[in-house]
């Protein structure tokens, strides 16, 4: 049905490495998991179970595994790493991912207070083993740190094996490249984007007013992470241009009225 409408913009496919849409899975059923699956995997490159969820839902490896055999990456939240790591449990981290069946590992510490020597030294160990992606900002909304900082840390990151860096935002995008109230802080995105290629970064972006903003921005094929498992079809919509708030977006000027 695309190919019969002008104007759609070059949007990429599975498998990419732009223009990937990752899924905060917070708890949900095996049933729920093979609902999405069937309408949108397509659509989804990565599912984040999110915080500690994956310690607490039933079933948690038949989900992981639907997931799976749809051609979708899973990782932990990164929260568990910590959780594990400030109780001196980094082995049995490891032991608990490879039972869930799991080759990709969130590294991060918005929680907890991590010298960046040692996060990258992690990150540089783990990507040895498995897929590394990993979160720079902390999920506390009265930690600042400087754009420069930010940017120096997701170089290092990257050069330590990461695959990609999350732009931290939390669930309730409000914190780290957002500002109180939900609004992307320019600058900082702005000092980001000077040395880091946009490909090798996930935004994370919960509202659909961030969503709609990283598009308009950056174009169809920018990273969008937390995105709620019953968003996914609508943010495509937003990225085709099949949404009011992108639909003129990727139209000629003489077509808008």
Not at 52 to 61: A, D, H, Y
Request: proline share 3%; charged share 25%; net charge negative.
């Amino acid at each position: 049905m695309l190919a019969d409408l002008p104007y759609f913009p070059d949007r990429s496919e599975k498998p990419r490495e732009s223009g990937l849409t990752m899924v905060m899975d917070k708890g949900l059923s095996v049933r729920e998991a093979e609902d999405l699956v069937s309408v949108a995997h397509q659509l989804i490159d990565y599912v984040k179970l999110g915080f500690g969820t994956s310690l607490f839902t039933n079933n948690v490896e038949e989900k992981i595994k639907c997931y799976q055999k749809a051609g979708i990456k899973v990782y932990l939240g990164g929260t568990l790493f910590e959780a594990f790591l400030i109780r001196n449990k980094y082995e049995d981290y490891k032991k608990f991912i490879n039972k869930l069946g799991i080759d990709m590992i969130e590294v991060s510490d918005g929680s907890m207070e991590i010298a960046h020597d040692l996060k990258c030294e992690y990150i540089n160990k783990l990507s040895k083993e498995y897929t590394v992606i990993s979160e720079v900002g902390s999920k506390e909304a009265g930690v600042i740190i400087s754009p420069d900082r930010w940017l120096s840390m997701m170089l290092n990151e990257l050069s330590s094996g990461s695959i990609k860096v999350i732009a931290e935002a939390r669930e309730s995008g409000t914190v780290g490249i957002y500002d109180n109230d939900g609004k992307a802080n320019v600058s900082l995105i702005d000092t980001i984007l000077s040395k880091v290629p946009q490909e090798k970064i996930l935004w994370e972006a919960p509202l659909k007013s961030q969503q709609v903003w990283f598009i308009k921005h950056f174009g169809t094929n920018v990273n969008l992470g937390n995105i709620a498992p019953n968003e996914v079809i609508s943010l495509e919509t937003l990225r085709m241009g099949l949404r009011g708030d992108t639909f003129l977006h990727f139209l000629p000027k003489d077509l808008h009225i």
